[in-house]
């Protein structure tokens, strides 16, 4: 368990020129912050909702991740954490894509659908995972089966 922002994405970060390498970077809006596991903020800006991360480079990072990971640590188990990067950017994704939906349809802001096929794109990587597997045929089932979904 660690700090765990839960809104960890590219336009809370602030760059910082007066500073030297990793505390060149800053972060705003971290208000919700709670303890958490560390895959829950690594997915939120490896699968940012509003940028679109190449899959490449997604893998990249997370492998520059688990080796700094590894080293400040070396009983790190990187199969684990990408079992609970998967989950928990399958639940952070299912999240994003009804906050999105609300912020389009309640509160008037069409804007935020513009992003969704980004989202849904990062939850279906998700639910690739072996561990998932359950749950992906309920998405595949009762979501993306749905009429609605076919007709959007």
């Not at 909702?49 to 009983?75: I, N, S």
């Not at 939906?101 to 069409?110: C, F, S, V």
Request: charged share 25%; aromatic share 12%; net charge positive.
């Amino acid at each position: 368990m660690t700090w765990t922002l839960r809104d960890y994405h590219s336009p809370n970060l602030i760059w910082l020129p007066g500073r030297e390498g990793i505390a060149r970077v800053g972060l705003v809006d971290f208000q919700d912050c709670v303890m958490g596991h560390p895959a829950y903020d690594v997915a939120s800006l490896l699968q940012d909702a509003r940028v679109t991360v190449p899959d490449d480079l997604e893998l990249k990072l997370l492998g520059a991740y688990a080796r700094w990971r590894k080293q400040a640590d070396p009983a790190f188990d990187m199969s684990t954490f990408a079992r609970a990067y998967a989950i928990l950017g399958a639940q952070r994704a299912t999240k994003v894509l009804g906050i999105f939906a609300r912020l389009d349809k309640r509160d008037h802001k069409p804007w935020y659908h513009n992003h969704m096929p980004r989202v849904e794109g990062y939850l279906r990587k998700s639910l690739n995972h072996p561990a998932l597997a359950n749950l992906r045929g309920w998405y595949d089932e009762y979501l993306w089966s749905a009429p609605a979904a076919r007709s959007a």
